[in-house]
């Protein structure tokens, strides 16, 4: 892979954080979209993040798990629906693997 080259500083911008499932459901007229409703400890409650997983995983799968996203992005419509975050996994079709702690941790524990 020979993907440009960034500095620490372009890096430290992104901002991972663990966020619990609360709800997830496939959106509707779509094949790969998955719209979970995501526990990052917040004030203002839960986000809003759509994902295209749906060939790797059902909805009801995802409830109550902690998964890695990236949570400063600025906000998406995608699909007629505001997507505030990105599901931060690796791989894909066989490979495909979800970040997840190793144990439970706080909504919202910001990775370093």
Do not use: W
């Not at 007629?80 to 693997?97: H, Q, Y």
């Amino acid at each position: 892979m020979n993907k440009p080259k960034i500095s620490i500083d372009e890096f430290s911008k992104i901002e991972v954080s663990i966020g619990t499932v609360r709800a997830a459901e496939r959106v509707p007229e779509t094949d790969k979209l998955i719209k979970c409703t995501v526990d990052f400890g917040e004030e203002g409650g839960p986000r809003t993040i759509v994902s295209g997983i749906a060939a790797y995983t059902e909805p009801e799968a995802l409830v109550g798990r902690q998964l890695a996203y990236v949570t400063n992005l600025e906000p998406r419509v995608i699909k007629g629906i505001e997507s505030n975050g990105m599901l931060f996994a690796v791989g894909s079709d066989e490979t495909f693997a979800f970040l997840t702690p190793d144990r439970e941790v706080p909504s919202g524990t910001s990775a370093h």
